[in-house]
Structures are given as C-alpha cells and as structure tokens.
C-alpha cells in the first residue's frame, strides 16, 4: 500500500513538474535582462532580477485597453453562453417533448465542427452585420457552443425527478423550480461553467485576429502576438513580461475556483 | 381541510409503446384511507400521478370532489403528497421545505410559521426544524416528508410507498401512526404500495390492479374472503391461498389427479356448481382454512396427504403438504406422517380456469350469502 502511494505521488509529481516548468521558465524570463536570456543558462531562475522588462511592456502599450476590451469580449460570451445554457439545460432535461433528444445529440454534433469550417461563413455574417471590430463581432459567434449546455444537461439529470415534481405539487412555476430548487443544487458545476467559458474567451486568438483590425481594440492574445517579430529580434523579456501580466489575472481566479472545476469534469464523466 | 371525494371515469392512460390503465373506473369517498395494490407496472403509481396531475390521462375524466381535472396542473389541485424517495428539497433546512409549498399557495408568513410549528410539533421533530435532509436519519426524513404534506392541510394527501425505505420495525411504527393522524384529521388518503401486508392493515377500501386493469375494490375483508378472481386471491394472504385444478364430475364430486382421490363436495357447494358441466375447475382454499387430522372424520370429506416440512413461526405452524399448505395452531405433524387434509368448505372458492372468475359469482352473490350463513360463517359481503 505504502509503496503504491510513493509510485503514485511520484508520477503525480513528475507531471507537477512538466506542468510548472513552462510556467516557471516565463515568469523566470520575465525578470531576466536581455543578455542573461541568451547566455544559454538553464537555470529559470534570473541571476539578478530586474523589473525593466515590466516597465518596458507598461511604457510603451495601452494594456489596460487591451485588458478592458478582453474583459468586455469574455464576460460577454460568458453571459450568453450561461444564460443560454441554463435554460436550454433545463428544458432538455426536465420537459418531455417530441424530438427532444434528437434535437439534443444535434445540438451536440455541433461541438465536432471544427472552427475553420465555421470561421468564414462566420466572418461574412460578422461584417454583413457590422460587428467588425466590435465585441459583439468578438463575442456572439464564440457564444454558440454547446458545452455548457451539455454539462448542466448532465447535471441536472443527478438531481431526482421527484424533486421537480414536489416542486410541482408545491405550485411552483417552472421558473422557481429552476431558481429556487435547480440551480442552488448546481452551484459548483455553474461556478466551473463561468471559468471554463471566461477562459476560454480570454485565451481566444484566432477569431479575435480576424475581426479586430483596428488596434486600439485588440484583445489580450492579439496584443502578446505583437512581441512576436517575424524578421526575428523577438523581445524575449519584454514578452515573457507581458505574458506573465496576462495570465495573472486567470491564475487567480483559477486558484479560487479549482475545487468546483475539478468536481464537474470528474462528475460529466468527461476530460477537460 | 375537509376532505374530498376522487372519481375516474374510463381513464386510459397509454405511453409511447404500452398501456399503463386501461379503461379505469374508480371512486373513492371523501375521507377514506384508500390504498391502491399491486406488483410493479401494475398502473397503481400511474393512479397516483394521475390523481396528483403529474401525468394527463390519454382519454376518460378524473374529477376531485365535483371538479373535472383533466388539465389543471399540479399545483392547482388540492393534493399533497409524500413521494417514495420523500424528494426534500436537499439545500433547505425542513423548516424551508414545510414553508416552501405554503408560500407558493400565498399563505400569510404569520400563519405559515403556526402551521409550520403545529405540524412539528403533532410529528414530534420539533428539533429537527433546522438540519437540512442529509443530516437526517431515513426515519426522521420520511417524517419530516409527511409534514411537508400535512402542513399544506389539502384535503387529499397521496402517499407513493412512503414506508418502503424504512426498516421493519420503523415500518410498523410509521404505519400505525399514520392511521392515526389520519382518524384525527379525516382527509381523504390514497396509500400506493405493493405489500399486501401493508395495504390490509393501513387501508378501509383498498383496490388491486394487475398490470393495468382494476381487478377489484372494496374492504381488506371483503377481498380477502371474497376475492372476485384468481389474481385477486391469489395476491392477498402469506402464504398465499392454495389453489389447485381439480375435475368438476357435473354430479357433485371433485377429483383430485395428483392425489388420485374423488371427494365428494358438501350439498351447498353442489347446489352452487350443479349447473356447470364437467370439466377442470381451481379450488382455492387459504391455509388457514385447511384442516388436519390422523382419520378422516364422518360427514367432512377429506384428502390423504403427507407432510413435506414444517414452518415454525411461534404463534402457529405452516405445514407444507403435497400440494397444499395448511396453518394450525396445535402441535406439528411429523415429517412423512400420512394425514387427511379437510377444508372449511363455506370459505373454498371454486374458479373457472378459463375466465379465472369465480363460480360464486355464477349464482349471484345472494346465494353465497346464505350458503354462508348456513354454514355458520358470518362475515360481510359487497
């Protein structure tokens, strides 16, 4: 049992490392000057840190712009999609009609089209409507993904049909039911639909890339592409700084959150 | 509350692939403690989430009190119910859960917390008031569920196996107290289960269905002696009734093949029969019906048998014979003992096997009340 758990904890250990290493390495880069990162050290760790590479990346880009417009474009897909997820949940779980579960594994095919194959109808239908540089333009084709509406589907079918139909026999109308019986039992899996969805939003690159032109409304991603020099003389430092900046704001919101993200995957009987 | 009445007229419930009630005419009175009988896919829990509207009938009318039904959602109808898994609400403390259907129905908060702390209090789980249902024992859970019933006050309470979770011996608790608040607070209650046991002793009226037809309604009583077919006998009593195929001679003689043994009936039971023709014929005979003796007796035609075992229960004996099994009180017969088996003729029920009716009914229920009587075996008869 005993040497079980070592062989256990040290293959969970090898992956910890694999997993932080990359992390380690930009954060450490981040601190390191110019020369120190060519001078084919392996060590992460910089020998003298300096923050210069931090006060380059604020100096010379407007990246409270570029957080606030990722910040507009990822809350409004993550409003969408939970809103819209809830609710396709709901009826697909808890009303019985014709078709429904047709209509639901259809709805789910839709997850197996790859996004080239969606990418220039939906760039026609962004700029037929205007939305071209704009956080709709960003945001509405990313919000239809049927994800959340599988995983809450799946939640919901935990909770005892009884429980419903108590709610029923106590006049509870459908919208009761779903706020005051459903969703309090869901919270965890809500909490982990909101991350998965915001980070998802945040971390896009593609589509952003094709509907934002104008600068002064990139996102994040765009923003850390702009580190990336194609004639070479990439500004390793300035861009491990500006990477770092990026995802700090996930990192804390994923440490608060984990416990809840981790119980919904192991629940839906899915890998994230 | 003042109870009301429930009333299915021709109700056919059908699902996709099979019909779950078929045809049902049903009444039950204001006030009764009626119970609803059956195996599993019977249609008794269909009955229920009929009368609860948590299913629509396909075709026919279902009308509580004067009130046609049909289409009035759940919460419209004045019903509670205790469902089998109790579904309390598992993020509420009880408290929320008793107060969660009163405020939907626009109860004042000032009466809503009396009726709240009444119910607690007749149900004795006062201090339960703010644990919520995981932190609850399955006997406190099913209590707690039957006062979220009661302290809507609606005037027909269902119950859907509500004891099947407990243990036996909180069962038998459970029950009596049940009959109890029921005589003391006289709403109508329809009682769903499968153990027949259960269903004598909680219901006045109970109705046995089979696989979607009712097979009969009326009093444990009038079921029990007087069943109207071969599943109706043969669900109630354990060990179940006996019941035998035997040749009908046409002249007042039955034959036993098995045992190869002619008996001739009492002169009632010829009258009864004389008019069907020769053929086979199911006698049933409960065992506590069934007599034992080491000679056969003068006048009271018997059947040699051997025993095969014997059944201790304290009270009695279950002595288990070629084909029969008898419940006696005095002292066990030894294995193998050779014996002579005779019946309590006036409580035999004679069925057809190819109708599975019984041939009682064929002289209409007015003769087998005298043959009853003559006998000298009183008891009621629908």
């Known amino acids: ?272 | 509350m003042s109870a009301l009445g429930i009333r299915f007229v021709k109700v056919m419930k059908r699902y996709a692939t099979y019909v779950a009630l078929q045809g049902l005419d049903l009444e039950i009175e204001p006030g009764t403690r009626f119970v609803l009988l059956g195996h599993s896919g019977s249609g008794k829990t269909t009955t229920l989430r009929l009368i609860a509207g948590l299913e629509e009938p396909t075709s026919g009318e279902i009308f509580l009190g004067e009130q046609k039904v049909n289409q009035l959602p759940p919460g419209e109808r004045e019903i509670a119910m205790v469902f089998q898994d109790y579904a309390l609400y598992p993020h509420m403390t009880v408290e929320e859960n008793l107060r969660f259907g009163l405020k939907r129905r626009g109860v004042p908060r000032e009466e809503a917390e009396q009726r709240i702390g009444k119910v607690l209090r007749m149900l004795e789980i006062e201090e339960l008031r703010r644990r919520r249902p995981r932190e609850l024992s399955g006997g406190q859970r099913q209590r707690v569920a039957l006062a979220r019933a009661l302290v809507k006050e609606a005037p027909i309470l269902l119950l859907d196996e509500p004891l099947s979770n407990l243990d036996a011996r909180l069962r038998l608790q459970a029950r009596r107290e049940l009959i109890e608040l029921h005589e003391r607070l006289g709403f109508t209650m329809v009682y769903v289960t499968h153990d027949q046991v259960e269903a004598m002793a909680i219901g006045e009226k109970m109705a046995i269905l089979e696989r979607g037809v009712l097979e009969q309604v009326g009093t444990p009583q009038e079921l029990y002696h007087a069943p109207r077919n071969l599943t109706v006998a043969k669900f109630l009593g354990s060990p179940p009734m006996n019941c035998i195929t035997v040749q009908w001679d046409g002249r007042g003689n039955i034959f036993f093949s098995e045992a190869q043994f002619l008996v001739a009936l009492p002169e009632d039971w010829t009258r009864v029969l004389e008019h069907f023709p020769p053929s086979p014929l199911i006698l049933g005979v409960r065992p506590e019906d069934c007599f034992l003796h080491h000679l056969p007796r003068e006048g009271n035609p018997a059947l040699p048998v051997r025993v095969k075992g014997i059944e201790d229960l304290g009270a009695e004996f279950l002595v288990h014979l070629d084909q029969f099994t008898a419940r006696v009180k005095d002292l066990p017969y030894p294995f193998g003992e050779e014996l002579f088996l005779s019946f309590a003729w006036p409580k035999v029920h004679f069925f057809d096997p190819r109708t599975e009716r019984t041939l009682r009914e064929e002289k209409g229920e007015s003769s087998i009340h005298s043959l009853l009587s003559q006998a000298g075996w009183a008891f009621p008869l629908g």
């Open chain 1, 1 to 272: 049992m005993r040497a079980k758990l070592f062989f256990i904890h040290a293959i969970l250990l090898s992956l910890l490392i694999f997993s932080l290493l990359p992390l380690t390495w930009m954060v450490g880069v981040s601190f390191k000057t110019a020369k120190e990162i060519f001078t084919g050290s392996v060590n992460p760790l910089p020998h003298r840190p300096t923050v210069e590479n931090y006060a380059l990346v604020m100096e010379r880009s407007p990246l409270i712009l570029y957080f606030l417009n990722t910040l507009k474009a990822a809350s409004l897909v993550t409003g969408i999609l939970f809103v819209v997820s809830i609710f396709a949940a709901y009826g697909f779980s808890f009303f019985r009609f014709m078709g429904r579960d047709f209509l639901f594994y259809l709805f789910l095919l839709s997850l197996f089209v790859p996004f080239h194959v969606r990418m220039i109808p939906n760039y026609l239908l962004v700029s037929e409507l205007d939305w071209v540089n704009t956080p709709w333009g960003i945001a509405i084709p990313q919000a239809a993904n049927a994800l959340g509406v599988f995983l809450l589907r799946q939640g919901m079918k935990t909770i005892p049909r009884s429980l419903v139909e108590a709610a029923l026999v106590d006049r509870a109308g459908h919208f009761e039911i779903l706020f005051r019986v459903i969703l309090p039992l869901l919270k965890p899996a809500l909490a982990a639909l909101c991350i998965t969805f915001f980070v998802n939003a945040w971390n896009e690159y593609y589509w952003p890339l094709l509907v934002v032109s104008d600068k002064a409304k990139y996102t994040l991603p765009l923003f850390l592409r702009m580190y990336v020099s194609e004639e070479g003389g990439t500004a390793w430092g300035a861009m491990m700084a500006a990477s770092t900046l990026v995802s700090l704001p996930l990192m804390v919101l994923y440490l608060f959150t984990q416990r809840f993200i981790i119980e919904t995957y192991l629940k839906s009987g899915i890998k994230g």
